[in-house]
């Protein structure tokens, strides 16, 4: 009788403890593929701002101002010229030689400049540093500068960058 026990207790165990696994295991799995069942795409993206000589983003990269006589009014813009929308972007407009004077300033997003001192949506353009933070640009969207340089022969370059951390959170696409 002892023999026939102990040679049954371990079987019995074995059998419980499948009894209890094999549920569980089943149960993960199907849960695992109804929330996975759907497929996901990558979707690839390039995020760029660049001055820009007309709205169109058609000569993307630094410009380069150089003042033929004193007191001379340049526009640009930054635009947005990649495929997806940025919550920032960082310009700087350098002085490269000549003299220094300058009065830079900016319109509202999507205006231009009607005069050097008001802008196509009849509001007066507001003042901008050397260098700083532009606001969120959706793609194709652009904001005017208006560039005085107060110095015959002066040069000046403007150029932008976009960093990681300013491009939009990412979604997820659904197929």
């Not at 199907?30 to 007309?54: M, R």
């Not at 101002?65 to 990649?82: E, K, L, R, S």
Request: hydrophobic share 40%; with cysteine; aromatic share 10%.
């Amino acid at each position: 009788m002892k023999r026939t026990l102990g040679g049954l207790f371990p079987g019995v165990v074995v059998l419980a403890l499948l009894s209890v696994l094999i549920p569980t295991t089943v149960y993960a799995s199907s849960t695992a593929k109804a929330s996975n069942g759907t497929a996901q795409s990558f979707q690839t993206v390039i995020f760029s701002v660049a001055p820009e000589t007309t709205t169109n983003g058609s000569a993307t990269g630094i410009i380069t101002w150089t003042a033929p006589a004193n007191n001379t009014d340049f526009y640009a813009y930054y635009v947005n010229t990649g495929t997806i929308a940025v919550n920032a972007f960082t310009w700087t407009v350098a002085h490269v030689s000549g003299g220094a004077g300058n009065t830079l300033n900016y319109c509202p997003i999507g205006t231009t400049f009607t005069l050097p001192n008001k802008c196509s949506d009849n509001s007066t353009p507001t003042a901008m540093a050397a260098s700083g933070t532009g606001p969120a640009l959706a793609v194709g969207q652009w904001r005017p500068i208006h560039f005085k340089i107060n110095s015959n022969g002066a040069v000046f370059t403007a150029a932008s960058t976009v960093s990681r951390s300013q491009i939009r959170l990412a979604t997820n696409t659904v197929a």
